[in-house]
């Protein structure tokens, strides 16, 4: 999720025809991007920490995000052919659903993958991974930002200023994954509400997620998985 996605700025976007009239609103843009993109980091920051060397995690997020904003700029750019099949917004959208329920439910696969780093948690599968899966989240934004403002050049700008953003959230989010206990969590709980976001909103057109719903459902997780740190379980 990011601002682009958010209908309440359509009429503010879409009044937008000169960069003169953009730089003004880039450090209201860019605090939105860093707020917005904490699901989106969760899932990166999980991924990523299945590398256990630090150099190793900053090589998998600089590539596999480097990797993603090429997708995002193809798919912005080929948006009017590419985002009409619906088939690729179904595989991200369910993506991200598998993703949730088997981080959640599932840890345990994780536990054991990790004992063997050179086969599952090698440094080219976590790229792929972290490429994949911003694709899939990607797909919700990209698509309100097309429908939002015909001017490309602005859509990509929100696309950089996004994994700019992503990639700096995702760096805070390694280290507070290991602080906090219920961030993992918390976060994948975004990321499967996303995906059911996604699902509806296909399966139903009509049918429009409003901004404070958004808002709340994230606000009210990320507060939960900020709300206990290590060390301080109750008995």
């Known amino acids: 999720m990011d601002s682009a996605a958010l209908d309440s700025l359509t009429p503010l976007l879409d009044g937008i025809d000169q960069w003169v009239e953009l730089l003004p609103l880039l450090p209201v843009i860019i605090s939105l991007e860093l707020i917005l993109s904490a699901d989106n980091a969760v899932a990166l920051a999980s991924i990523t920490r299945s590398l256990k060397n630090k150099k190793l995690q900053n090589t998998a997020l600089n590539i596999g995000i480097f990797i993603s904003l090429i ?68 797909i919700d934004s990209i698509t309100a930002a097309v429908s939002i403002s015909d001017q490309l050049l602005l859509v990509i700008t929100g696309a950089i200023i ?36 996604l699902i509806i909103q296909l399966l139903v057109p009509s049918f429009l997620f409003p901004d404070y719903i958004v808002f709340f459902v994230m606000s009210a997780l990320l507060i939960w998985g900020f709300s206990l740190r290590k060390g301080n379980q109750s008995k």
């Open 71 to 138: 997708f995002r700029l193809l798919l912005i750019i080929f948006s009017q052919y590419l985002l009409k099949l619906n088939f690729i917004s179904y595989l991200c959208g369910f993506y991200l659903i598998f993703l949730s329920i088997k981080n959640i439910f599932y840890p345990q696969i994780n536990e054991s993958n990790s004992n063997n780093d050179q086969l599952n948690n090698s440094l080219f599968n976590v790229i792929v991974l972290i490429s994949i899966t911003d694709l899939a989240f990607s």
């Open 162 to 197: 996004g994994v700019i953003a992503l990639r700096f959230t995702s760096s805070l989010f390694i280290k507070w994954l290991d602080i906090y206990i219920r961030l993992e969590k918390a976060g994948y709980l975004a990321i499967g509400f996303i995906g059911i976001k």
